[in-house]
């Protein structure tokens, strides 16, 4: 879905840390159909260290033209790459 339920879903499933659900998380984080649930999925993804989370968020900020993921995909990679890092710049 996409509405508030699935949006609580995909932050329910950073909690149980699983590799189907951070799979599930990405995969929503690139779904073109709704920006609100892309926007909270990339939120998702700077709360687990990997690369496949690292990667995706940096492709976000290089690919995506909305504003609201921008922020969500730029605050996510902060927490990941370490403030003073220069990769998500």
Known sequence: GTGGVAKRALVGL???DSDAGWRL???RATDR???EMR???AEQLGHKDEPANRDLLLKLLQTD???DVLAAAF?????LFGVE???PH
């Open 14 to 16: 950073r909690w149980f």
């Open 65 to 67: 033209g909305d504003s």
């Open 39 to 41: 926007q909270t999925a």
């Open 33 to 35: 159909s709704d920006w």
């Open 75 to 79: 605050k996510a990679a902060r927490r």
């Open 25 to 27: 998380i990405r995969q």
């Open 85 to 87: 890092s220069l990769d």
